[in-house]
């Protein structure tokens, strides 16, 4: 069972997913027990019993994290149930801009569709294009950074 301090933890977790990303707690306390738990890999129902949550309510929190590529499932062999581990979203995005690529796209279409509409109009979107374009041509850089910087972390042991 979790300690008082790691629930305390999963539930700050929790909040911030709310605050920052408008999804209910659950995702983010999901997200902050897998970042803790031990073993890394968990049942819906190990998730749940630590959680003390519903299965119901983990299952669709996971379904959402799944979709987002931030959660992995996977089944032990000789086991039915999966068991859920935790993807680093962060060096995903590195990775995999597509996002910014299609958010981009987004943009200069909205731009195609106010074409003849004021600048203070097309502002916003001027601004979201020109943002999502320069994370797509800097990602690829950040991506080289982050490898060395997490490989000299490793080296020196402050990561595993």
Request: aromatic share 6%; net charge negative; charged share 25%.
């Amino acid at each position: 069972m979790p300690s008082s301090g790691e629930l305390s933890f999963v539930d700050q977790v929790g909040r911030h997913y709310q605050r920052h990303y408008a999804v209910p707690p659950m995702v983010g306390r999901v997200i902050g027990w897998l970042s803790i738990c031990d073993p890394p890999e968990q049942t819906i129902a190990e998730i749940a019993d630590a959680l003390q949550a519903s299965r119901s309510a983990v299952g669709t929190a996971l379904s959402m994290l799944e979709t987002w590529g931030s959660v992995q499932r996977m089944r032990v062999p000789g086991e039915r149930a999966d068991h859920v581990k935790l993807n680093l979203v962060a060096t995903q995005s590195l990775d995999s801009p597509a996002e910014y690529g299609a958010l981009a796209a987004l943009a200069r279409h909205g731009l195609d569709v106010l074409r003849d509409a004021p600048a203070a109009r097309r502002a916003r979107l001027l601004e979201l294009a020109a943002f999502s374009e320069f994370l797509l041509e800097r990602l690829p850089t950040l991506a080289d950074e982050w490898r060395a910087r997490r490989d000299e972390l490793r080296t020196s042991g402050e990561l595993p």
